[in-house]
């Protein structure tokens, strides 16, 4: 491959959604969101409480139907009304939610194989296969056969991370994965998230870990009160002498975590 | 009452009462199978369902608790199944007490599809799952579990309701009982014995359902539930 072409490989759009509203009621907590994710980029979503992340992020994947607004996976526009297409789309668009969300009653093989089985159509023994091997990626191989109440936080977190890899998407959505954790666990899980970044996984997680985050973040994304207000490099953002909103929500943060911007 | 005279009156008709037995279970059987049938996805439609069909839930569930078994038996029995052609009276009983049931059932099923957490669901669909398939690898597995204790109050509920079909001369227990009191002139020992065996019923049943619901238990939640 050419350098030239190698850049232009870099640069591919993925996921692009341009203008996504959504109401609950008559509170308009998503307006205009627009964004692009590039290939192999990380963007990181920050914001205070209630800004809108959750919604913007769930809205990508029609798991909350947009009220206006439109979506591209890889230049093909998604139209959440059609089933069948919105079906394969949500295939390739991987979530990790703040609470896990594994079910209760598969143990974690099971929650891995599951789609692969049921949606993907694999044969069974070809999807413990796979699963076995994204558990392996994950640091969990030796815990498969247990159960959710069975496992910590940071485990869980990891099984559903393994559980959304095996499905081979092109573009994660992590939404606070590490918010539910126990400090001691946070670490655990970023660290998946960070062999992913460096692997070239196209990502956008919404997190309140800003120093972690600006090590990776290809861009900070910042919302409030349901629209996208910033969003540049973490470096220009938190740039000493920068007066943006990002550095004071960023400041005020590490003030509470003790941690230096 | 003559003790010995009763004695002979129960074990006179032992046979005779076990055959009873037999068609209580085969009632019974067949009318929960048929409420677990219908039961189920009337709970799913009524949870996930469009608006119409769920008012259409609603108003089954209304009628079927709101109208007494009794009124059904005849209903179905004199009035719906002969145009159908049906004339069996055991195959009525099934039926008027299934459909019942199948009421009681879905709201045994709705409450436990509707205590999961909404996660369940959007992490299925998140993986690309059809609703049907989250319904059925995700919600519903896990419902039915949480389900056992409430259907085991419907089985046993249902089990003595299954008593009233003798008015349309169903041959279950309590029809035998009253033709052995009356040729006997024993209806209290003969009541004492069909209670005995009703009683047996439910025991085994309940120790059935009680072992599903042991087998089938969630690893790592504990039978105080979960943390
Ligand atoms: N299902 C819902 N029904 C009604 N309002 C909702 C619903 N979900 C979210 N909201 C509202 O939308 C707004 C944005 O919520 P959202 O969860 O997207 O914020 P967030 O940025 O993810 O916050 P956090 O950092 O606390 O997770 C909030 O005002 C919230 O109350
Ligand atoms: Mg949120």
Not at chain 1, 133 to 141: I, K, Q, S, T
Not at chain 2, 46 to 69: D, E, K, S
Not at chain 2, 155 to 160: P, V
């Amino acid at each position: 491959m050419s350098v030239a072409s190698q850049a232009k490989g870099q640069n591919q759009e993925i996921l692009r959604v341009e203008k996504l509203n959504k109401s609950f009621g008559t509170n308009h907590v998503l307006k205009d969101a627009t964004l692009t994710l590039r290939k192999g980029e990380l963007k990181v979503l920050i914001g205070p409480s209630g800004g809108g992340k959750s919604t913007l992020l769930q809205c990508m994947n029609f798991l909350i139907p947009p009220d206006s607004g439109r979506i591209w996976l890889d230049g093909v526009e998604i139209l959440g009304h059609k089933k069948r297409e919105l079906y394969a789309y949500r295939q390739q668009v991987g979530m990790i939610f703040q609470d896990f969300n594994l079910f209760d009653h598969l143990s974690a093989l099971g929650n891995v194989r599951i789609a692969l089985t049921r949606v993907r159509g694999m044969s069974r023994k070809d999807a413990t296969d796979r699963a076995m091997a994204e558990l392996d990626r994950v640091g969990l191989a030796a815990k498969a056969g247990l159960y959710p109440a069975q496992l910590s936080g940071g485990q869980k977190q990891r099984v559903s991370i393994a559980r959304a890899l095996a499905m081979d998407p092109k573009v994660l959505l992590l939404d606070e994965p590490t918010s539910a954790l126990d400090p001691e666990l946070i670490g655990e899980v970023l660290a998946v998230v960070k062999d992913l970044a460096t692997a070239g996984m196209t990502m956008i997680m919404a997190t309140h870990q800003i120093t972690f985050s600006a090590q990776l973040a290809s861009e900070f994304v910042f919302m409030e009160q349901g629209a996208i207000i910033e969003h540049d490099s973490p470096a220009a953002l938190l740039a000493p002498g920068a007066c943006t909103r990002t550095k004071a929500f960023c400041a005020k943060i590490n003030e509470l975590t003790g941690e230096p911007v | 009452m003559n003790f010995e005279k009763a004695l002979r009156a129960i074990i006179d008709s032992l046979p005779y009462m076990l055959g009873g037995v037999w068609v209580t279970v085969g009632l019974i059987v067949g009318a929960l199978a048929l409420g677990f049938v219908l039961g189920v996805p009337l709970a799913v439609i009524q949870v996930y369902g469009r608006t119409l069909a769920r008012r259409l839930v609603v108003l089954y569930v209304w009628l079927f608790r709101g109208v007494p078994i009794l009124v059904l038996i005849f209903l179905f029995y004199f009035g719906i199944l002969p145009h159908l052609g049906l004339d069996s009276a055991f195959l009525a009983g099934v039926i008027v007490l299934g459909l019942t049931s199948a009421a009681y059932q879905s709201q045994i099923f709705r409450g436990a599809i509707q205590s999961l957490p909404a996660g369940q669901l959007k992490a299925a669909r998140a993986l690309g799952m059809t609703d049907t398939q989250a319904i059925s690898c995700i919600v519903l597995p896990q419902a039915l579990r949480l389900s056992i204790p409430g259907w085991s109050n419907e089985f046993s509920i249902l089990l003595k309701d299954s008593a009233l079909v003798m008015v349309i001369s169903v041959q279950e227990i309590m029809a035998r009982t009253r033709s052995v009191a009356g040729r006997t002139h024993e209806p209290v020992a003969m009541a004492l014995f069909a209670g005995v065996l009703f009683f047996i019923l439910t025991w085994i049943g309940l120790r059935l359902l009680r072992g599903l619901e042991r087998r089938v238990r969630i690893k790592g939640y504990s039978q105080e539930g979960s943390v």
